[in-house]
């Protein structure tokens, strides 16, 4: 009979405590110059640090290039740099200075070579600056998802809404140089996304002109968006571009909108007043509350509702689909002829708009997104 002498029982270290490791590694080596320094400054005896230093300092540099590792020599790594930084000066690493270190360039870079983020995130977190690790893993997901699928070149533009703040909240990640928010000055920031106030000040422009992209019918479109609020509130609109709503013959339209008073909620996609084009969604089919919503067309006779993997409403026949509204797309409110009209009390923890989807590709999108949505708490 052969006794097992030892087992060696793997752990797989988080991002994390990583970057907790690599500071402390930090710290320690600063603490070991500095009391070499004040040794060497008051004249006491000598003591020897530069080995200590020396090991820091290799430590440091194995952590930044940590990718050189297969991943049980990085669990090794990060398990003797722990041990360093306790034997060699103070280890205590707080949430603040980790959320600090994030923000940097330093700090994404470092979390690049444990995690091998995906490009785009990458440029992303570099405009973004989120010094959230779980906001940083979950876009890397979310993104990951979407290409796997092969669905990220279905989006002119994704708005996660991750960040400190408003600012923060403008970019989409698919091209981070294209289709940036402008905020109306009724926006704000909050933990599950972005949130408006119910005037026509509360909207965001997408700066994303569907007639500037080259689009010259109202087809082969999708807008989606995750909101988590009851429909209770008469004409909150959700997104919206009106071109010439005045003018005969004229009012081009591509709107969302949700009426609590009403209890039911309305996609409207026509050109020239034709109104053919409009789908209802009454309370008793959908009370039209918190979820995802997906518009969407891919044809002429085709303009589909959806709510969390539901279809909930539909328009078969021909519509008047030309000219397509040639101005930007607001959320938040109705871009009339570039005038925010109306508004929405509602948050939104994500936005989308990109080409039209079959039910499938809807189906699969929801999963994702909501997955990502669920990591955050929203």
């Not at 205590?92 to 983020?117: N, S």
């Not at 403008?170 to 704000?188: E, L, R």
Request: with cysteine; hydrophobic share 40%.
């Amino acid at each position: 009979m052969h006794l097992q002498l030892e087992q060696v029982v793997a752990v797989k270290y988080s991002t994390e405590q990583y970057i907790k490791a690599y500071l402390a590694v930090d710290k320690a080596i600063c603490t070991l110059i500095e009391e070499q320094y004040a040794n060497m400054k008051y004249d006491l005896p000598c003591k020897s640090y530069e080995s200590n230093i020396k090991k820091g300092l290799f430590l440091k540099f194995a952590l930044e290039n940590i990718e050189c590792n297969e991943d049980v020599d990085q669990d090794k790594l990060i398990s003797i740099a722990n041990r360093y930084s306790k034997n060699c000066g103070d280890c205590v690493i707080t949430a603040e200075e980790i959320a600090a270190f994030v923000g940097t360039p330093e700090g994404l870079k470092i979390i690049d070579a444990f995690d091998d983020l995906d490009e785009d995130v990458k440029k992303f977190v570099a405009v973004n600056k989120t010094k959230s690790l779980l906001e940083i893993s979950e876009l890397d997901k979310l993104v990951r998802a979407l290409k796997a699928a092969g669905l990220w070149t279905k989006f002119h533009a994704i708005y996660p809404f991750v960040g400190a703040d408003l600012a923060a909240k403008t970019y989409n990640i698919v091209n981070v140089s294209k289709h940036q928010i402008g905020w109306g000055s009724g926006a704000s920031s909050v933990t599950k996304g972005v949130d408006f106030d119910g005037t026509t000040n509360g909207f965001g422009d997408l700066n994303l002109n569907f007639a500037g992209l080259g689009y010259s019918q109202i087809v082969d479109v999708h807008v989606s968006f995750y909101t988590s609020d009851a429909n209770t509130v008469g004409q909150n609109i959700a997104w919206g571009a009106v071109q010439d709503i005045s003018v005969p013959g004229g009012d081009d339209r591509m709107t969302f909108v949700f009426d609590g008073i009403g209890l039911n909620y309305f996609t409207d996609m026509w050109a020239q007043g034709g109104i053919a084009g409009r789908v209802v969604v009454y309370n008793y089919l959908d009370p039209g509350d918190g979820g995802f919503y997906i518009t969407t067309t891919k044809a002429q006779n085709d303009l589909r509702v959806r709510r969390d993997n539901v279809l909930r409403g539909f328009y078969n026949s021909n519509r008047v689909v030309s000219p397509v509204p040639n101005l930007d797309l607001y959320m938040g409110a109705i871009n009339a002829d570039n005038v925010a009209t109306v508004g929405t009390t509602r948050s939104f923890g994500l936005f989308t708009v990109g080409y039209g989807l079959t039910d499938t590709e809807c189906d699969s999108i929801t999963t994702i997104f909501k997955t990502f949505l669920n990591a955050l708490g929203r």
